[in-house]
């Protein structure tokens, strides 16, 4: 089973990845906005920094694997 926190971040993230699909293009197109695979876009970048960040703070609070401090 996955951690709690896994899943509260993943679950909002599966369906920013959806959202895309659900504005498909119709035919007509307007230029006045964003539209709403821009923002399921912005908030995939969004997470993803935020997961990167809190990897590279993790990995820098880790002693080596090696047994030096």
Partial sequence: MLP?????????VSLLA???????HTGVTRRN????SDA???GV???ALVLARRALR???RSPDRDGRD
């Fill in 4 to 12: 709690r926190t896994l899943l509260s971040v993943l679950a909002p």
């Fill in 18 to 24: 959806a959202l895309p699909a659900l504005a498909a």
């Fill in 33 to 36: 906005g964003y539209s709403w």
């Fill in 40 to 42: 399921a876009i912005f």
């Fill in 45 to 47: 970048v969004v997470v």
């Fill in 58 to 60: 993790h990995r820098m």
